[in-house]
């Protein structure tokens, strides 16, 4: 549930796994933009981690390509399936 992994990334929140998880279980329950914020607040962590800018660029491509865009930027270069998935 979202109050777990809230849970969990209080108690490890340089675990990327925890972000995305309740992003994931945001998400499900229908609340994007705490999704969003779960996203956004695993990046402060950790800035550069692959899977958390494609998870926030894959939500933020429904609706906000550009930004998608510029995350895509952000990955790595072999990251390359990942860019060309948020392109």
């Known amino acids: 549930s979202a109050h777990q992994w809230r849970q969990a990334a209080r108690l490890a929140p340089s675990d990327p796994e925890t972000w995305l998880g309740l992003a994931w279980a945001e998400r499900e329950r229908g609340k994007r933009p705490e999704a969003l914020a779960a ?24 609706g906000k390509p550009d930004e998608a865009r510029r995350l895509a930027a952000r990955l790595p270069a072999d990251a390359k399936g990942a860019k060309l998935y948020l392109e």
């Open 39 to 62: 996203l956004q607040a695993g990046l402060e962590k950790l800035p550069d981690h692959p899977g958390l800018l494609v998870a926030l660029g894959e939500m933020l491509a429904e």
